[in-house]
T-cell receptor, first 111, second 116 residues
Framework: GESVGLHLPTLSVQEGDNSIINCAYS??????FIWYKQESGKGPQFIID?????DKRQGQRVTVLLNKTVKHLSLQIAATQPGDSAVYFC??????????FGAGTRLAVHP | GAVVSQHPSWVICKSGTSVKIECRSL??????MFWYRQFPKQSLMLMAT?????????EQGVEKDKFLINHASLTLSTLTVTSAHPEDSSFYIC????????????FGDGTRLSIL
């Protein structure tokens, strides 16, 4: 389930289940969206991005969905593995210029 | 591909000293580099955008005289924290974007700065 921690909300899932991480963005003028994964003590790692002229994009085990009507972005991870445990950030931008990062969600994968 | 290297990864120094952090794009040319600051369990906050050969653009509330940014080449940007104080202790992360379009920002592994 999902819970709000001291600073980061946490999503706990069982290994092998699918994970869905949600993000609400604020600027209706944003036309570029991106998901990053950050492991402890490291920099963010690019996962997948999507432009506003699309509503879905798939990668390896990951899918990003964009709903511009409600300004909502989600990241779906199929068959979640222990190595997927990390903090996930969505970010929004205009063009490929500066990004504004969301608050982040911690994904905890349990065996 | 798209590897960004940051150095040092960790630095501890006394209050009042200046600290320089390097950000290098190893296998691509980065016309634009970005500097972020991240506090524990919080998100990344953009400090400044650096374009090669020109002055950096700082975000509101970021002191440009405190955080000096130089982007002298297409593969190197530096951030110097001048006269650092304990409140400057944080995780500083850079990212780089390739000059051609349709490329996302790629991040370094950050520098943990601790000011005593």
């Amino acid at each position: 389930g999902e819970s709000v921690g001291l600073h980061l909300p946490t999503l706990s899932v069982q290994e092998g289940d699918n994970s869905i991480i949600n993000c609400a963005y604020s600027n209706s003028a944003s036309d570029y969206f991106i998901w990053y994964k950050q492991e402890s003590g490291k920099g963010p790692q690019f996962i997948i991005d999507i432009r506003s002229n699309m509503d879905k994009r798939q990668g390896q085990r990951v899918t990003v969905l964009l709903n511009k009507t409600v300004k909502h972005l989600s990241l779906q991870i199929a068959a979640t593995q222990p190595g997927d445990s990390a903090v996930y950030f969505c970010a929004e931008g205009q063009g490929y210029n500066k990004l504004i990062f969301g608050a982040g969600t911690r994904l905890a994968v349990h065996p | 591909g798209a590897v960004v290297s940051q150095h040092p990864s960790w630095v501890i120094c006394k209050s009042g000293t200046s600290v320089k952090i390097e950000c290098r794009s190893l296998d691509f040319q980065a016309t634009t580099m970005f500097w972020y600051r991240q506090f524990p369990k919080q998100s990344l906050m953009l400090m400044a955008t650096s374009n090669e050969g020109s002055k950096a653009t700082y975000e509101q509330g970021v002191e440009k005289d405190k955080f000096l940014i130089n982007h002298a080449s297409l593969t190197l940007s530096t951030l110097t924290v001048t006269s650092a104080h304990p409140e400057d202790s944080s995780f500083y992360i850079c990212s780089a974007r390739q000059g051609i379009s349709n490329q996302p920002q790629h991040f370094g592994d950050g520098t943990r700065l601790s000011i005593l």
